[in-house]
């Protein structure tokens, strides 16, 4: 019942990840029945769906409490003393976890192909960004869904932002959204001056001074993506060779085969705000990312993967985490006959 499967999407990836066999053996001792107690009532306020009866609650006692502490840590949700160390364990786990479900769910499905499945693929990664950035799971809606595909930088919730939603409380994004002109995404913040910016997380939005700082932090931290056409060619015998398909010119030895080995190059420029600050310089070590809600012991790599894939037929032909250092450019091999088939990127 519990496995990555062909349509997987974000809400049950996280119902799957919480039946790992470790986090089912996870000690429940009766040290942390209080703090359970009072994490449940935390959970049945900001969430009114999990009341008492609710299958949630009719799961094994270590299930449950590893399903509760990702809730309330992507809810940002405080989280009793005596479940601390466990909520550090899980979040430390998770992301080892989340890359191997994302493995399996790039072991070959489709009949005579070597591929796998999109769906999973995008919701592994998705979930990862809920773990790392405190995301509720109900604000982070799945990219994949209803055979439509939703990654416009405008679809990016609000909410992502550090304290502007708590549980089930979305009373800051609802006044930013009232607000003359409507605030309703990262991008429309980050298009105020930064005196404008300051005054309407306070004033507007309700925030405290330092929250506030933390919100403009993360909007200095959010990068813009620009992506430059992609590139596709045939790879000759010489490997360094990369004979080029422009249609019209295209010479007939030089279309694609069946088998042939087509090599599909793209450049992505990535742009923040805090890049224009006085003295920034391209990074020449790992990039840590801005994860406000990680326990301090926590620290968490930037990393981006980049994905060929096709949402018609779910199928996901390549999956590669690029380093921010060597982002320049990213290549992938796909199928010759991609384009009679309609596959696309």
Not at 283 to 311: M, N, Q, S
């Amino acid at each position: 019942k519990w496995a990555v499967k062909e349509g997987m999407t974000l809400p049950r990836v996280q119902d799957t990840l919480v039946m790992a066999y470790e986090f089912i053996m996870m000690p429940t001792p009766k040290a942390q029945e209080e703090g359970l107690q009072v994490l449940a009532r935390t959970l049945m306020r900001a969430f009114p769906d999990l009341k008492e009866g609710h299958p949630f609650w009719k799961r094994r006692p270590s299930i449950v409490k590893v399903h509760m502490l990702l809730m309330a840590h992507c809810g940002r949700e405080e989280v009793p003393p005596s479940l601390a160390a466990d909520l550090a364990t899980v979040l430390r786990r998770c992301p080892t976890f989340l890359e191997e479900m994302l493995k399996i769910g790039n072991i070959p499905r489709v009949q005579g192909w070597p591929y796998g499945w999109l769906a999973p693929t995008v919701g592994c990664l998705e979930m990862m960004q809920c773990l790392n950035q405190g995301v509720p799971f109900f604000v982070k809606k799945p990219s994949i869904c209803a055979s439509k595909v939703s990654l416009k930088s405008g679809d990016i919730p609000l909410a992502i932002l550090p304290h502007l939603v708590q549980g089930s409380d979305m009373e800051a994004v609802k006044r930013l959204a009232r607000h003359r002109p409507p605030l309703r995404t990262p991008a429309d913040l980050a298009g105020l001056a930064d005196a404008d910016l300051a005054h309407v997380l306070t004033a507007v939005a309700g925030l405290t001074p330092p929250a506030a700082a933390d919100a403009i932090a993360a909007l200095q931290a959010m990068p813009d993506l620009a992506l430059s056409p992609a590139l596709v060619g045939i790879q000759g015998e010489d490997e360094d060779e990369l004979e080029g398909l422009d249609g019209a010119g295209a010479d007939v030895a030089t279309l694609p085969r069946p088998g042939d080995i087509l090599t599909a190059s793209v450049r992505v420029l990535l742009r923040r705000r805090s890049h224009r600050a006085p003295g920034a310089r391209p990074p020449t070590k790992p990039v840590v990312a801005f994860t406000p809600y990680l326990p301090p012991t926590l620290t968490r790599r930037e990393r981006w993967w980049v994905i060929v894939g096709d949402l018609a037929s779910n199928t996901c032909f390549a999956i590669a985490p690029v380093d921010l250092r060597a982002a320049e450019a990213a290549s992938f091999d796909v199928p010759a006959d991609a384009a009679a088939k309609g596959w696309g990127g």
